[in-house]
């Protein structure tokens, strides 16, 4: 390196002789140069067109699905697959069969909560200071992507406190673990102990994504993170006094920045936060009855639907692939739904999809939703054929092979491209 720094040193130096008498003699020559006047983009005829989809023959795609879906590594399955710009159904397989759907069960969560609470939506987490000024309480809210930066920005509203104390009782009544969940997840970087505060998702070591060890205790973390920042000694649970001053507040990212976070990396905290925000939006503590209760009102076939969470991790959930078909086809149609297409991974590219479809025509195409459990393996999304075409799909594969399952989904969903 050093050998490298001497050496362009010393051709740097001599090249200043020379760079100075050739710049004298053509800044005299540039100087005669003339120019021709500059091009002026002329205003078009009349509005562009939009392309419109290209008509294809409805038989040899559904053949070819068909085909596909005969493929023995989807175990015992069910599919539908459908068409945007008229909602046709192009194939199906036993699609009102409620199975266990991993995690491809956030669909539903993100779909209730955009239609209860809207893509703007955030969460607000307060600290109140009580009679004695030395001492502050956070009043937890829900916000589970807390971060160094949002305690920072307390910190500083705050000034100096001698305790600090965390009130969680806005989720009292909802259970920290839930019915099919394994206590080992926590270790194992799934999931947390469901408190209504944590730092990105209960993840310890200042981490901030990935499946890596989480907080057995997550609201007392962000707590003790409050108290090394404002110099507090004291630190516990505690309930915020009803009549205390607002000493600092800050707010989630937007519901459509914290939906993306959740589906790209299918984080289990981070649905379960969401589906909790849009059952007290309702007024009850019944987090996955609340989410279908939205898709019910909004004229969603729920029939055979079973949900004890809102992530998919429990092995007790049953959903049929007809109705996350449903919502993806309304996503493509309706404004609504609309910011859950952007939160999908993208085929080969990002998230959950990263390391699939690389030698596939859906790559870069196919955005979808992931699921998988032991003997499970599920997808919902879109893809975009070569004709214009935006086709809708979801398949849910049980009693199979994970990653086989997994591959023949990507081939039957790939080849949409064609068509």
């Not at 054929?385 to 790939?414: K, Q, W």
Request: proline share 5%.
């Amino acid at each position: 390196m050093k050998v490298w720094t001497w050496a362009a040193g010393a051709l740097a130096l001599a090249a200043v002789g020379g760079v100075a008498g050739f710049g004298i003699a053509a800044h005299e020559q540039l100087g005669e140069i003339t120019h021709a006047p500059p091009f002026e983009l002329q205003a078009a005829p009349s509005a562009l067109v939009p392309a419109e989809p290209s008509r294809i023959d409805d038989t040899s795609l559904t053949n070819a699905l068909t085909t596909l879906g005969a493929n023995p590594a989807l175990g015992t399955y069910g599919a539908r697959v459908s068409r945007a710009s008229d909602g046709a159904t192009v194939f199906e397989h036993a699609p009102g069969d409620a199975l266990r759907p991993a995690s491809v069960t956030k669909v539903l969560t993100a779909s209730a909560a955009l239609l209860s609470l809207g893509a703007q939506d955030r969460v607000t987490t307060q600290v109140v200071r009580g009679a004695d000024p030395a001492e502050v309480t956070i009043k937890a809210a829900g916000d589970v992507w807390l971060d160094a930066d949002a305690l920072d920005d307390l910190a500083t509203q705050i000034g100096h406190a001698d305790r600090v104390l965390i009130d969680t009782s806005v989720w009292d009544g909802m259970e920290e673990m839930l019915p099919g969940w394994n206590p080992l997840d926590i270790d194992g970087g799934f999931v947390a102990p469901l408190q209504p505060a944590m730092l990105s998702g209960g993840r310890l070591n200042g981490e901030t994504t990935g499946d890596v060890p989480r907080s057995h205790t997550p609201a007392l973390d962000v707590a003790q993170a409050l108290a090394n920042r404002v110099g507090a000694t004291e630190v516990g649970v505690g309930t915020a006094p009803a009549d205390g001053q607002v000493a600092a507040a800050v707010e989630s990212p937007t519901l459509a920045e914290r939906l993306e976070m959740m589906m790209k990396h299918s984080d289990n905290v981070y649905a379960e936060a969401i589906g909790r925000e849009v059952a007290l939006k309702r007024g009850t503590k019944d987090a996955p009855g609340a989410a279908l209760s939205v898709l019910a009102e909004r004229g969603f076939d729920t029939a055979g639907v079973t949900l004890v969470d809102n992530s998919g991790l429990s092995t007790d959930d049953r959903i049929p692939a007809q109705l996350l078909d449903a919502l993806m086809l309304d996503a493509t149609t309706k404004p609504e739904l609309r910011p859950l297409l952007a939160a999908l991974p993208v085929a080969a590219a990002d998230g959950t999809l990263a390391d699939r479809y690389g030698d596939l025509p859906g790559r870069g195409w196919v955005r979808a939703k992931t699921g998988t459990l032991d003997n499970t393996a599920s997808l919902a999304g879109t893809v975009t054929s070569v004709n214009g075409n935006v086709y809708t799909f979801a398949v849910i594969c049980n009693d199979a092979d994970v990653l086989a399952a997994r591959r023949a989904m990507d081939e039957l969903t790939s080849a949409l491209r064609d068509y």
